[in-house]
C-alpha cells in the first residue's frame, strides 16, 4: 500500500472532505476523521470486491466456510484466548456491536463510561441503553456527564 500517495476525494461524494466545502465554506480545513481513510484498499480486496461485482448478483451471503476455526485459531494464538467456533457472533458492525453490548449488560439508571474522544456514534450508546453516559476526558482525565 502507498501511504504516500495523494488521493484527493474532494467532489466525490465523500461526506468527511465534501461537508467541509459545503458546511464550512472552505477547502482549507483539514478533516481528520476515525474511519474514512484516504488511500486505496489493498489490491487484493479491490480484486475481491472487482470478482464479486462482475458476479453480478448481490444477494445475502453466508460465512466462509472454515472462518470460526481460522478466527479461534488467531485469538488462541494472538492473544491466547480460549475461545469456541461456538462464542463467535458475527455482527453487521462495531457500532451495533457496542449498542448490543451496553443493552446486554447495562441496567436502567445505571452509568456507562466513555473514554472520549470517541467515535461520535458512541456517544448515544448509553442512553439508548437507559444508562448514563459518562464521558472521561483523555487530556485531563476528568469526568463530565
Request: charged share 25%.
Amino acid at each position: 500500500m502507498d501511504f504516500d500517495k495523494f488521493i484527493d476525494r474532494r467532489n466525490t461524494g465523500s461526506i468527511k472532505w465534501d461537508l467541509m466545502k459545503t458546511q464550512y465554506h472552505t477547502d482549507d480545513l483539514l478533516p481528520l476523521w476515525v474511519a474514512d481513510m484516504d488511500f486505496c484498499a489493498p489490491e487484493p480486496v479491490i480484486d475481491a470486491l472487482r470478482a464479486r461485482v462482475e458476479h453480478g448478483i448481490f444477494g445475502y451471503g453466508m460465512e466462509p466456510d472454515g472462518l470460526r476455526e481460522v478466527i479461534v485459531a488467531r485469538l488462541k494464538a494472538r492473544y491466547g484466548w480460549e475461545v469456541t467456533a461456538d462464542d463467535l457472533l458475527f455482527i453487521p458492525g462495531v457500532v451495533v456491536g457496542f449498542n448490543l453490548a451496553a443493552q446486554a449488560v447495562c441496567q436502567p439508571g445505571e452509568s456507562l463510561l466513555l473514554q472520549t474522544p470517541i467515535y461520535y456514534p458512541m456517544l448515544g450508546v448509553a442512553g439508548r441503553a437507559g444508562a448514563r453516559g459518562v464521558a472521561l476526558r483523555a487530556r485531563d482525565g476528568s469526568l463530565r456527564a
